[in-house]
């Protein structure tokens, strides 16, 4: 008898050297959202497990935003249902029906799911490791001296220990999404949410932004990110959720979905960006 030595795919070696996440898990239910008469979101579910990376692609207007925002409760949706650990970050149960929660307890449970913006969000009258502290002293309830603390880690985790005190205008893009992201982990999220993370920097500056992405996958986070860098959502995702007029019209690993598309829509879309 012969044996054969399989050796593992890019993709595998990936994946087995992350870290073993047992938070973060995201269970999205029949999620319909409309704004008017235009329907964005269509029974939309989905189950990503702690520390799956997922990548959400689709074309302009198919509701990734959206999607994303709605995990988050940063968007309400008119029916259906998003957990994190089993906890609604907009609403509690009673009985059978869900409640909105009053502000201050969304804006606490919203420190569990971090968002990352397209334009990094800044406040520009602070600096680096200004705009870090705020987020745990006003939501965690940290002394000034220990958000610092965690502010210069978290700085130095994204490369950035000597650019604590540039003000935003001093900084590149890249640095800018760096202390971005530095400030989202700054309240330990469960899980992190990117909204086209790279799509406002200069090409160059692209790849420092998602080194740190990559780390945070290693690290075990929990990640949903909407990129249109198909290349890096190959790279980096565990699995890639293709969405079309609010629809997940396929969904699998990057092999599965960017080699062997079943769906005809995804491969008119996959022809289009590749
Ligand atoms: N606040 C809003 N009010 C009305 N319509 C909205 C609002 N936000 C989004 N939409 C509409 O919802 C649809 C989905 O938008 P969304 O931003 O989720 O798409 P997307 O896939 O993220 O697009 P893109 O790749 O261009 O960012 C679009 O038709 C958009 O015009």
Redesign the pocket.
């Given at each position: 008898m012969t044996s054969t030595t399989l050796t593992p795919s890019f993709d595998e070696q990936y994946v087995a050297t992350r870290k073993v996440a047992t938070v973060g898990r995201v269970e999205i239910s029949d999620v319909t959202k409309s704004?008017g008469a235009?329907t964005?979101l269509r029974d939309v579910s989905l189950a990503i497990e702690p520390g799956q990376v997922v990548a959400l692609i689709?074309p302009?207007?198919?509701?990734?935003?959206?999607l994303l925002r709605a995990i988050n409760h940063l968007e309400t949706v008119d029916r259906g249902s998003v957990t994190v650990d089993g906890q609604y970050i907009g609403y509690e149960r009673r009985g059978d029906t869900l409640h909105e929660l009053r502000e201050a307890e969304i804006l606490r449970r919203r420190t569990q799911v971090g968002l990352v913006f397209q334009n990094f969000n800044l406040f520009p009258h602070l600096t680096a490791i200004e705009n870090i502290i705020e987020a745990p002293v006003a939501h965690k309830r940290l002394t000034r001296p220990d958000a610092r603390a965690l502010a210069e880690g978290l700085l130095a985790r994204v490369g950035l220990a000597d650019k604590a005190d540039h003000y935003p205008r001093q900084l590149s893009g890249g640095q800018q999404q760096r202390v971005a992201i530095a400030r989202a982990l700054a309240l330990s999220p469960k899980v992190l949410l990117f909204d086209e993370p790279t799509s406002a920097l200069d090409p160059e500056l692209v790849g420092e932004v998602l080194d740190v992405i990559r780390g945070l996958a290693r690290d075990g986070t929990t990640l949903v990110i909407?990129t249109h860098e198909i290349g890096f959502a190959r790279e980096v995702a565990d699995r890639i959720v293709f969405l079309d007029h609010g629809e997940i019209v396929e969904q699998g690993t990057p092999g599965q979905v960017l080699r062997n598309a079943r769906h005809r829509r995804t491969r008119d879309f996959l022809a289009k960006v590749l």
């Open positions: 704004y235009n964005v689709g302009s207007g198919s509701g990734k935003s959206t909407v």
